[in-house]
């Protein structure tokens, strides 16, 4: 009787076990559906204070253009800062983006701090939204089921942590917090990776300055624009900025600095800033008086052919000198240490501006050379690096 009993209820454990599936399976597919028209807002609280510091919202840009019929435009999908928040940024001559921890569970406020000191950081005004318009997707009769979702708008934010300073009358945090994108059904996720709680005023000297200009009159009249006033560095040496020079998203050069000491002499004790390569890139040094190496310039007109490369290695005239073991420095920038602060300000080695180095790097696997350009300004002291040209090895690098 017992068996029989057993047998019976099988049946409604199958049918039980099929219902389950069935709601977790119809959950899933509600989760992973395309969401039709427009996501409605959603306010975030980042820094657990219980009020909001960004808003997931849309928008829509219409589009008429005759070459596409039946393309009608795109709705767009993203974040906006609400009003009290502010986002880091790089603004250095070097690096113009944002500010990105690469360790995600770290929130080093005493080295942000630092960096926002030596004008390395600032943010972004906590007054006026700053929007990320992450994915997009396309309307109108000529979109097909198949074309019909979501799609990232190339504004690469997924998976990296930003940072956000929120200030309101509970007082201000700081938070590390990433972007989740699960396209193509038209979602943003907010992950909070750390916040800290920070004194009121925190950062304040890298907010952005928006410099204010008078109408110029007549409208057109060039040449009299208002000079921009100089950054001013303070005096010490700022945390290392790494700057990738070809857009690979490897680091080629690092800009940093030292203490140097004179012993006997404390009164010519300065502050030098200045470059150094990474590994993987080479700077180009050729021998000079005593055989001593220094660093190559290639002046302006001049060109480095691969015969004159070729030659130069062969002969021991030109070495391509690695950042391994002792590192390679060059510098740009020093400022005497005695001197009450920023009183005379930063000033030019003597041979910072004679004409350009020559780096050799990887592009995605592939030798490339060219040339840099040292960006600074004095006495300010701001500084930075850029490629100004490069080609493949093999080729003519000219200065242009």
Partial sequence: MASLRQHALLPRRVLLLTLAFALVHHARAQTDRIIPGHPPDEYVDVTGDSIADLLITTRTIHIADPEQPGYLGKHLLGVRTLSGNAILMWNTPSNRRWYTLEDSTRLDTGLLAAR???????????????????LERPF?????????????????HDGRTLVLRSANHLGTSVAAFAFELPYPYGRVVIKAKHVVRVPNGYGEEGDLIVLKREPQEPPFDFGHE????????????????????????????????????????????????????????????TRERWGALGFFRLREGEVLTPERLANGLAGNLFDWVPADGERVFFPVLSQPVVMPENSWGWAHDAEALEGALVFRTLEYGR??????????????????????????????????
């Fill in 140 to 156: 109108g009769p000529a979109i097909t089921k198949d074309q019909d979702g979501w799609y990232g708008t190339g504004d690469h």
């Fill in 116 to 134: 926002i000191n030596f004008k390395q950081l600032s943010w972004t005004d906590e007054d006026h939204p700053t929007e990320f318009w992450l």
């Fill in 226 to 285: 208002p000079a921009e006033p100089q950054v001013i560095i303070p005096s010490g040496i700022p945390p290392e900025e790494r700057v990738n020079l070809n857009g690979d998203e490897v680091d080629d050069l690092v800009i940093t600095g030292h203490l140097e000491n004179w012993p006997g002499m404390k009164e010519r004790n300065e502050f030098v800033r200045g470059i150094s390569p990474l590994q993987g890139t080479m700077l180009l040094m």
């Fill in 367 to 400: 030798p490339i050379i060219g040339t840099l350009e040292i960006v600074s300004d004095v006495p300010g002291g701001e500084l930075g690096v850029r490629a100004q040209n490069w080609v493949e090895e093999g080729e003519v690098l000219k200065m242009e």
